[in-house]
C-alpha cells in the first residue's frame, strides 16, 4: 500500500537521495555515463521546501519508507513542479502517477491557472507520462553559459540620469516590501497573476544569492533573481540568474544587457568562472541577446505546460525563468 503525504522536514535528506538516485540512473541510461554529481552541485531541495511546505509530497511504502518525491513551487498563478522522481527500484508501478495527482490537486486548491514543468526532449517516456495528464510539450529553453574571462560587459557613458543597478539585500525592510510590489507589476505584465516574491525573498533570507535591481531614479525597469554557490541552484563555480525580466511597457536590449552584466560582476565577487543564464526560445529576443553576449549553448530542455494561455510569452519580451 503506498501512502502520498506532505513532506516533514526529516525527510528532507532522504528526499535527496530518491532523486539523485533516480535522475544519475536516468542520465546514465540516456547519456551513457553516471554523472558524479546529478546537477552539477546544485540544491533544489530544502529552500524549495521552505518557500511551498504545503506542496511538496513523498511517496512511502507500506513499511514508511520514502520511494518518490515531488517539489513545487506556485508563482501567484503559475504552478511549477520539479525535482520529481521514483526510486529506480519502484518506477512503472503507478506512484508517480499518484504523486503527480496530489500535486494537481493542490496546485487547483490554489487557483493556479497555469501548470508547468521542464523535461528532457530525448525521453519519450516522460513526454508520454506527462501527456496523460494534458500537458503538452512547448518550445526548447536552452541552458546557456559564458565563462566570465570571456565577460563582454556593455560599455558606454552613462548619463546621470541612466539606469543603475541595485541589490535587494542592501535595502531596508520597508523598502524591500515597497520594491517587491514593483517586482510584482513587471512580472503581473508578462501573465497575469504571476508572482516571484517567495523566490525573491528565500534568495534573501537564506542569502542564496541576490536579486539584482535596474533602476532610473529609483524607477524600477526590470530585476534578476541570481543564485551563487552554496545551498542554492546555482552548480559550483558559476553565478545562475534563476529569472530576469525587463518590464515588457519599456522593453529596450540595452537594459537586458546591463542585467547580464550585473550578474556577471555578482559572479565575479564571489569568485565564480561562469554565468548561466536559461532562456525559453520562445522569448526569442532575450535567446539572441544571449547568443549576441557570447553566451554558448550547453543542453537544452522542453518546457511542457497545461492551463489557460499557455502560450502567453511575447517574444519581443526580455525574460529569463527556468522551470526545473
Known amino acids: 500500500m503506498i501512502k502520498i503525504r506532505r513532506v516533514r522536514k526529516g525527510d528532507l535528506s532522504k528526499i535527496r537521495e530518491v532523486i539523485e538516485v533516480a535522475f544519475a540512473e536516468f542520465f546514465e541510461q540516456t547519456l551513457g555515463a553516471r554523472p558524479r554529481q546529478v546537477f552539477g552541485g546544485a540544491q533544489y531541495v530544502h529552500h524549495r521546501w521552505l518557500m511551498e511546505p504545503w506542496g511538496c509530497f513523498v511517496a512511502e511504502d507500506e513499511d514508511g ?12 498563478t503559475v504552478g511549477l513542479f520539479g525535482p520529481f522522481a521514483v526510486a529506480p527500484s519502484y518506477q512503472n508501478q503507478q506512484i508517480g502517477q499518484q504523486l503527480l495527482k496530489t ?10 491557472t497555469l501548470e508547468g514543468l521542464a523535461a528532457s526532449p530525448a525521453s519519450a517516456k516522460h513526454l508520454v507520462f506527462y501527456q496523460k495528464f494534458g500537458f503538452k510539450p512547448k518550445l526548447l529553453v536552452a541552458i546557456m553559459g559564458k565563462p566570465l574571462d570571456r565577460r563582454e560587459v556593455v560599455q558606454g557613458v552613462k548619463p546621470r540620469s541612466g539606469p543603475r543597478v541595485r541589490r535587494f539585500s542592501t535595502l531596508s525592510e520597508r523598502e524591500k516590501k515597497g520594491m517587491l510590489l514593483r517586482m510584482r507589476r513587471i512580472t503581473n505584465q508578462i501573465y497575469r497573476g504571476m508572482d516571484l516574491t517567495k523566490e525573491i525573498e528565500i534568495v534573501d533570507g537564506l542569502a542564496l544569492g541576490d536579486t539584482l535591481l535596474l533602476e532610473r531614479e529609483r524607477q524600477l525597469l526590470a530585476f534578476a533573481i541570481c543564485h ?6 546555482a552548480p559550483q563555480g558559476a553565478v545562475y540568474v534563476k529569472f530576469l525580466a525587463v518590464e515588457p511597457a519599456r522593453r529596450r536590449p540595452e537594459y537586458f544587457h546591463e542585467l547580464v552584466a550585473a550578474a556577471e560582476e555578482l559572479g565575479i565577487s564571489h569568485g565564480v568562472q561562469r554565468v548561466i543564464c ?4 520562445g522569448y526569442w529576443c532575450a535567446f539572441q541577446a544571449l547568443l549576441d553576449l557570447g553566451f554558448g549553448i550547453d543542453f537544452t530542455i522542453v518546457r511542457m505546460k497545461r492551463g489557460k494561455n499557455e502560450d502567453y510569452e511575447d517574444p519581443e519580451d526580455y525574460v529569463l525563468d527556468d522551470w526545473r
Open 278 to 281: 536559461p532562456v525559453y526560445t
Open 103 to 112: 500535486t494537481l490537486d493542490f496546485f487547483k486548491e490554489n487557483h493556479v
Open 228 to 233: 551563487t554557490p552554496g545551498m542554492s541552484e
Open 65 to 76: 519508507k520514502i520511494i518518490g518525491a515531488n517539489i513545487t513551487v506556485v508563482w501567484g
